[in-house]
């Protein structure tokens, strides 16, 4: 049917995205960043480490939008 069509094109649609965003590699990056994070030296450089927070909560912001658009739709 003509819905299941566009349901179809924009799963490809979402997942073309995803590659264009490398949503994989920040999952990874999201990983490093928490690691990161988590040694106990991590706050003695606040300039960075508020950095690395900031780039974490954004790839979080970013990944967390994608996965739920492509789990709403398959």
Do not use: H, Y
């Not at 349901?7 to 590699?25: H, K, N, W």
């Not at 912001?61 to 492509?70: A, D, S, Y």
């Amino acid at each position: 049917s003509e819905l299941r069509e566009q349901l179809q094109d924009l799963r490809v649609r979402i997942s073309s995205v995803m590659v264009l965003f490398d949503i994989t590699a920040r999952e990874e990056e999201i990983i490093k960043l928490e690691n990161r994070s988590i040694q106990p030296n991590f706050w003695v450089n606040t300039t960075e480490a508020q950095n690395t927070m900031r780039r974490l909560a954004e790839a979080r912001k970013l990944v967390e939008k994608w996965r739920n658009l492509e789990s709403k739709i398959t």
